[in-house]
């Protein structure tokens, strides 16, 4: 079993920046990518960044160039670095990792509880 949790979302400035975190628990498993999602009121969930486990990286086109996600040397823990933030930013941020445990065939998607990101004008 793995559990997520994310931190480092709160209010900021159009403008301003924040670091996302996403840490890993658990044992006996391997992570082959993580990602972050975000969804706002009304709106669909949206693909944000994702990081696989050799280090590939993708990014949704409205937060290309602006937002950079990484990970530890551990490969436990996910960031999102998020700069320019602009007020469509503004969602529920999800930390999501796809999991094999060990010995395993097959891998399960674990989701983080979620961190509030706000962008005030």
């Known amino acids: 079993q793995v559990h997520l949790v994310e931190s480092g979302g709160g209010l900021v400035q159009a403008g301003g920046s924040l670091r996302l975190s996403c840490a890993a628990s658990?044992?006996?498993?391997?992570?082959?990518?993580m990602f972050w999602y975000r969804q706002a009121p009304g709106k669909q969930r949206e693909l944000v960044a994702a990081?696989?486990?050799?280090?590939?990286?993708n990014y949704a086109d409205s937060v290309q160039g602006r937002f950079t996600i990484s990970r530890d040397t551990a490969e436990n823990t996910v960031y999102l670095q998020m700069n320019s933030l602009k007020s469509e930013d503004t969602a529920v941020y999800l930390c999501n990792a796809l999991v094999v445990p060990d010995h395993s065939m097959v891998s399960y998607a674990y989701w983080g509880q979620g961190t509030q990101v706000t962008v005030s004008s």
């Open positions: 658990g044992s006996r498993f391997s992570i082959n990518a």
């Open positions: 990081i696989s486990s050799g280090g590939s990286t």
